[in-house]
């Protein structure tokens, strides 16, 4: 069965991942899409959600790909017409929204999937089996990148909800909770906010877990110069290093596993496999934390941000 996919929200992911990701994927067939002002060529173009669901019966599943404080109604659009959801990443502004986005997809019977990118880069399957099989006595989480490199003119980020350097952040969260063998908590916080601005431009975020883990993650959206996108593990069989947002995996500065970034193609894969076995993957973790250091972090009012 081809998976007649609808995308919602076009903007710079859908035309830089989505697009080529689904076209390289014979499980899919692109037929709609809807957004207030962008198009994609070659298929029908809606402005709404409303519309296009309307109008397009033959919809299987949808892509939400605008900003988070925008795709809770949408959603609630799509799984009540029955359709399949992608969520793009973080899934939606709050946890609770998102809970019922799930509870929702259970009662109708169709898949919902809380996308991590980060999470399907190449080495992070390598790095979760190596820390499987020792003990992991202190982690270091580097995540430090030039906002106005990547985010340039987007102001949904900086306004409530948009996460702000989390917006980032919350990809190396997707991948320290999926590479550790147990739960970790946040047990103290700094949120750095710009003095004009609703969301945070820094943070520090340490944690620990049942056994006294030491971990700190450093998020910096201030990073002239070389990015950083590290995780950095001493453990019992050596020092892990885990860079690049994931693509590249080292012990003891030996490289032992890289190969070619395919975050979206996996996706879509691992969404196409979602459907067809009735299940859903809708998992919080990355979000809880960003919410507890929202929660339990000090606040430190910081110079005005301009682009
Ligand atoms: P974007 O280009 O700023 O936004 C995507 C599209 O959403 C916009 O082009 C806009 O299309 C629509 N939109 C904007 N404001 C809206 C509103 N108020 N209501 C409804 N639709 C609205 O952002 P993006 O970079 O593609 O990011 C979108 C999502 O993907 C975010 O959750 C982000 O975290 C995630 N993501 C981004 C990247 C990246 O590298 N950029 C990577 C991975 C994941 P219309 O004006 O046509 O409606």
Redesign the pocket.
């Known amino acids: 069965m081809t998976i007649h996919l609808a995308i919602v ?6 035309r ?2 989505h697009l080529p990701a689904v076209a390289g994927n014979a499980d899919y067939r692109l037929v709609a899409a809807a ?4 198009r994609v060529e070659g298929i029908e173009n809606f402005g709404t959600i409303e519309a296009m669901l309307a109008a397009v019966p033959s919809i299987d599943a949808v892509s939400l ?7 809770y109604t ?1 959603a609630v659009q799509a799984l009540e017409a029955g359709k399949h959801v992608f969520l ?3 899934p939606g502004a709050t946890l609770s929204e998102v809970e019922d986005l799930a509870a929702r997809a259970d009662a109708k019977g169709v898949s919902l999937f809380a996308s991590w ?1 980060s999470r399907h880069a190449p080495a992070v399957e390598a790095a979760r089996a190596f820390l499987a099989g020792t003990r992991v006595r202190s982690m270091r989480v580097s995540w430090k990148e030039d906002v106005r490199q ?2 340039p003119g ?1 102001d ?1 980020i900086w306004q409530p909800g948009g996460l702000g350097v989390f ?1 980032p952040g919350i ?1 190396a969260l997707s991948i320290v909770t999926r590479i550790l063998a147990q739960p970790v908590f946040a047990t103290e916080a700094t949120l750095e906010f710009p003095e004009n601005r609703d969301a945070p431009i820094a943070a520090t975020i340490r944690f620990s877990d049942a056994d006294g883990l030491d971990l700190l993650a450093e998020f910096d959206w201030r990073q002239t110069g070389p990015q950083s996108w590290d995780i950095e593990a001493e453990t019992g069989a050596g020092t892990m290093r885990l860079s690049g947002g994931g693509a590249t995996l080292s012990v003891d500065g030996m490289t032992v596993h890289a190969e070619p970034e395919q975050e979206y193609p996996s996706l879509y894969r691992h969404f196409a496999a979602l459907v067809r076995a009735g299940r859903s993957d809708v998992d919080l973790a990355p979000l809880r934390h960003v919410a507890d250091a929202f929660m339990l972090g000090r606040r430190e009012m910081v110079e005005a941000f301009h682009d």
């Open positions: 929200g076009i903007g710079k992911i859908v830089d991942q957004s207030r002002n962008g790909c605008m900003p988070p404080q925008y795709r949408a793009e990443k973080p990118h990547w985010h987007q949904w917006d990809n």
